[in-house]
């Protein structure tokens, strides 16, 4: 006998599953025992007739079938999440803004001023979403997004928040080490280069007449945050923005080896669709709150 439609609880046992591979750690996460985690998946693939996973002791592999099952139920569930705390929050005459930013920006900047804006909109609920890359098209589904680029994306307002002004950084032990004490010392010294901004060394030897430079030459890292502690670790001279790592400076686990920052096109932009500020009161308040930190103005 066929068993029953996928109900909430089973997809979300198989969706925290996917996420962790592991059904400890998903029981874990949902409040139940392992136990009844692997009976909501077998209920799935019983209904299905076919494996979601590939059980390997207590390690899990997403088969084909189950791989396309999560990419098509993730997102629904999400949005019934998101659904159910925006109705949660207009019922107390409050507002649910989804916003994706880039990892850095969120953990360095955005996080530890945050408390200051709920404070001030104790009616806005923010939930994050995963950040657009490069080429990703702005959702429907998003309310606003922290991007980084030219401020040039097709059908959203753009507005400049920081990250054009970039400085070089190393950890103390890797300037005396590479006796850093000239900038043509550089030439000749490891760097590290953020992928999404390669072009940046390019720039900055061509500003400071470095030509034999091998601009292009160093490791690549996806994320500024992993750029920060690959520097720190003294693995080499990193170009970052500024705005990113004064609390890094001020403790001293970076230093700037000399003063020979450069200006950049790209920066951290914050975009929304055109109509989105008029129809959402709580975006307003965070737009005018983001932009007035960043311009050195509180609320």
């Not at 396309?68 to 107390?92: K, W």
């Not at 200051?116 to 609920?125: D, E, I, K, R, S």
């Not at 004490?181 to 280069?193: F, G, S």
């Amino acid at each position: 006998m066929k068993h029953h439609y996928p109900n909430m609880a089973e997809l979300l046992a198989f969706t925290i599953s996917a996420k962790h591979l592991n059904f400890s750690h998903a029981a874990r996460e949902l409040g139940h025992t392992p136990s009844a985690i692997s009976r909501q998946i077998a209920n799935l693939e019983s209904f299905f007739g076919a494996d979601l996973f590939i059980r390997n002791g207590r390690q899990l592999t997403l088969t084909r079938s189950g791989a396309l099952y999560l990419s098509r139920v993730a997102a629904p569930l999400r949005d019934i999440g998101n659904a159910s705390v925006e109705l949660l929050a207009a019922r107390g005459e409050g507002e649910l803004l989804t916003i994706a930013s880039v990892p850095t920006f969120t953990s360095k900047w955005l996080a530890p001023r945050l408390p200051a804006f709920l404070a001030a909109a104790p009616g806005v609920t923010l939930s994050f979403a995963r950040h657009l890359a490069h080429g990703d098209a702005f959702g429907q589904d998003l309310d606003a997004a922290i991007r980084y680029g030219d401020g040039k994306w097709e059908g959203v307002i753009s507005e400049y928040i920081d990250g054009r002004r970039f400085v070089v950084v190393c950890a103390p032990d890797f300037r005396d080490r590479f006796r850093l004490r000239r900038i043509e010392a550089v030439i000749d010294a490891p760097r590290l280069i953020h992928s999404q901004a390669e072009n940046a060394w390019v720039d900055w030897a061509r500003r400071y007449g470095l030509h034999r430079m091998h601009a292009m030459a160093g490791p690549r890292f996806e994320q500024y945050a992993i750029l920060i502690q690959a520097a720190q670790a003294g693995l080499g001279l990193a170009l970052i923005p500024a705005f990113l790592i004064a609390d890094n400076l001020a403790a001293g686990s970076l230093v700037e080896p000399f003063d020979a920052g450069i200006d950049v096109d790209d920066g951290h932009y914050l975009c929304y669709l055109p109509d989105r500020l008029a129809l959402r009161p709580g975006l307003r308040r965070f737009r005018d709150w983001l932009i007035g930190e960043a311009h050195g103005n509180r609320l």
